[in-house]
């Protein structure tokens, strides 16, 4: 279980999208900022937990095998993880219209709930199908301290800085580089078995 949650709080990237919520947030008051970040967090998390519950039968109806899924899931980590490592210009979001609040997109989907975290989920519904109440427990684990990094922001911002965000952000995408690969393995293996 300490995997799972450790596997789901690093594709969540909370540190990685803390300066994304900070910009897309900066023209709020402190008060809405803080009740907007909260709704759209608990929109994520319900995203998140459809797709927990759901996620077998999405397999069954697309006919897909928990192979091609782990191996798929795998490679998008790794792609993921290569951005955490070496981020471009290009990724960066901009703040919203003055008076504008996000509402769904892009922080609740896909910044929190994006589509690894989902592809993750499902995985993990069909590798533990009777271990669902544990994969609950390492979801809202994941999904609890990134909501308190997120609201902490501001302090999180000012006690590393720009850079020291930037290098968490770079160690937990190698982090995530050796745990897609081992999915990726785990996958590649459960096929040449067959």
């Given at each position: 279980?300490?995997?799972v949650t450790v596997l789901l709080f690093?594709?969540?990237?909370?540190?990685g999208n803390l300066p994304i919520f900070?910009?897309?947030?900066?023209q709020l008051e402190p008060q809405r900022r803080r009740v907007v970040l909260i709704r759209e967090l608990l929109m994520a998390l319900i995203v998140m937990l459809i797709f927990l519950f759901v996620g077998e039968k999405i397999l069954t109806f697309l006919n897909l095998r928990t192979e091609t899924v782990s191996i798929s899931g795998g490679i998008?980590?790794?792609?993921?993880a290569i951005k955490m490592i070496f981020p471009s210009h290009e990724d960066s979001v901009r703040g919203l219209p003055a008076q504008e609040e996000p509402f769904l997109v892009p922080l609740a989907i896909p910044l929190v709930a994006g589509p690894s975290i989902l592809a993750t989920l499902i995985l993990l519904s069909h590798q533990y199908k009777n271990k669902?109440?544990?994969?609950?427990?390492?979801?809202?684990?994941?999904?609890?301290?990134?909501?308190?990094?997120?609201?902490?922001s501001n302090v999180f911002l000012r006690l590393l800085g720009k850079r020291g965000v930037s290098a968490l952000e770079r160690l937990m995408g190698l982090i995530?580089?050796?745990?897609?690969?081992?999915?990726?393995?785990?996958g590649a293996r459960e096929y040449l078995r067959f």
């Open positions: 279980m300490i995997a690093l594709i969540i990237d909370p540190l900070m910009s897309m947030l900066k998008i980590l790794f792609l993921i669902i109440t544990q994969l609950v427990l390492a979801l809202m684990i994941a999904w609890g301290l990134s909501v308190a990094i997120l609201l902490m995530l580089v050796m745990l897609s690969t081992q999915m990726f393995l785990d």
